[in-house]
């Protein structure tokens, strides 16, 4: 059987695998002991797993960039592929097996490389974001101010915004400021930002790298 994740070739289960997989405590009636299926589930996961993890890439300007942490990324269900793999064995099943997951990236990639397409990256040490389209062209670009260090220090993550973008050509109403510091706008990272208010926003579904 192969395994499919995302359309692409993510691993197989052949004979070998499942011969693993057998309990011969009793010699005379072999078993398929299901914890043994279970713990190859959890560390394939595991090997998917990119939620939080840390991604490297070079910017298109040639910065060698990476970032850690916040809530994009793949999110595998060892569970259910446990389950899948039990149930194909037992059914005496060949062909493919598509992967459940709990949440999925942009595009399947090698753990450690990047899993988005267009993305945000608010760099927080140029104090500047950029908006980069699948293609790595720059949309839009522009100067920002992050929380100061310390207790309101903007944290380095990455996450999806939930925003749509005006076309560049329309007329959109500037957003009021609010009153109170503590309600002002933030990231889908959860970072405070500190005198940016402008009049177009992050595509919807976008990855928002800080750094």
């Known amino acids: 059987m192969t395994l499919k994740l995302n359309g692409e070739d993510a691993g197989k289960v052949d004979g070998s695998s499942v011969l693993q997989w057998i309990s011969f405590a009793d010699p005379a009636n072999p078993t398929l002991d299901t914890s043994q299926i279970s713990s190859w589930a959890a560390e394939l996961a595991n090997g998917f797993n990119t939620v939080g993890s840390t991604r490297w890439w070079t910017r298109a300007d040639g910065k060698q960039c990476a970032v850690e942490g916040g809530d994009f990324g793949w999110s595998i269900d060892s569970t259910s592929l446990a389950k899948q793999v039990e149930d194909a064995i037992n059914n005496k099943q060949t062909g493919e097996i598509d992967i459940k997951y709990s949440q999925k990236a942009d595009t399947f990639t090698a753990k450690g490389e990047p899993d988005w397409k267009a993305y945000v990256d608010v760099d927080l040490s140029e104090q500047h974001a950029r908006y980069y389209d699948e293609s790595g062209n720059i949309v839009w670009e522009a100067n920002f101010i992050s929380g100061k260090p310390g207790e309101d220090a903007t944290p380095e993550a990455y996450g999806r915004s939930t925003a749509t973008m ?17 309600t002002r706008a933030r990231l889908a990272t959860g970072c405070r930002l500190r005198a940016i208010w402008s009049d177009s926003t992050t595509p919807p579904g976008k990855t928002i790298r800080v750094r």
């Open 166 to 182: 005006a076309p560049a050509n329309s007329s959109v109403p500037r957003t009021p400021r609010p009153a109170s510091p503590n």
